[in-house]
T-cell receptor, first 111, second 113 residues
Framework: EAQVTQNPRYLITVTGKKLTVTCSQN?????MSWYRQDPGLGLRQIYY???????DKGDVPEGYKVSRKEKRNFPLILESPSPNQTSLYFC??????????FGPGTRLTVL | QKEVEQDPGPLSVPEGAIVSLNCTYS??????FMWYRQYSRKGPELLMY????GNKEDGRFTAQVDKSSKYISLFIRDSQPSDSATYLC?????????????FGAGTRLAVHP
């Protein structure tokens, strides 16, 4: 079954404590991306990757890092989380434009 | 001004009603137009996509694109309680070597029995 998995699904943390949200896909897609979803603002792209070792900033990259060492994995790193990064995060993997799959989401709360 | 505007709703309709969801956009470079459905506590899933102006039908769903007016619509016929979800429009344009997706804020739909 084609799928994108994310972990953890829920996370409550404190300001400044580094965290990583993992993302993995089993479809051999080259393109992967991270979004955050906030009420009234919709989905906004944080970072994307077009292939292994190729990453670039999306529309809201400040405070985030990513890496793409393997094709299937695309972790999102918050080195010093702040309360304004409290949000719902989605990882996505895409073959063609009509084959974009989203993960189940990670709800992050930064106190 | 946002590139993609979508009324957030919520929209509440009785079962069996015809639902119309809409988005407007400002960038004429958008080429692909999509509708995603997102159930509560789930990731968005692609419902329909179109490339050009006109209509595309899939069962009870019809997607309509009017490029001259920069307006897209999703119609749901014979709506069911299981259609209750948030519907996100999305549009793509080729930028920086890849197809970048821009999403609307989403419209929350509730279909009550």
């Amino acid at each position: 079954e084609a799928q994108v998995t994310q972990n953890p699904r829920y996370l409550i943390t404190v300001t400044g404590k580094k965290l990583t949200v993992t993302c993995s896909q089993n479809m051999n897609h080259e393109y992967m991306s991270w979004y955050r979803q906030d009420p009234g603002l919709g989905l906004r792209q944080i970072y994307y990757s077009m292939n292994v070792e190729v990453t670039d900033k999306g529309d809201v990259p400040e405070g985030y890092k990513v890496s793409r060492k393997e094709k299937r994995n695309f972790p999102l790193i918050l080195e010093s989380p702040s309360p304004n990064q409290t949000s719902l995060y989605f990882c996505a993997s895409r073959g063609t434009i009509s084959e974009q799959f989203f993960g189940p989401g990670t709800r992050l709360t930064v106190l | 001004q946002k590139e993609v505007e979508q009324d957030p709703g919520p929209l509440s309709v009785p079962e069996g009603a015809i639902v119309s969801l809409n988005c407007t956009y400002s960038n004429s470079a958008f080429q692909y137009f999509m509708w995603y459905r997102q159930y509560s506590r789930k990731g968005p899933e692609l419902l329909m996509y179109t490339y050009s102006s006109g209509n595309k039908e899939d069962g009870r769903f019809t997607a309509q694109v009017d490029k001259s007016s920069k307006y897209i619509s999703l119609f749901i016929r014979d709506s069911q309680p299981s259609d209750s979800a948030t519907y996100l429009c999305a549009m793509s344009m080729f930028s920086g070597g890849y197809n970048k997706l821009i999403f609307g804020a989403g419209t929350r739909l509730a279909v009550h029995p």
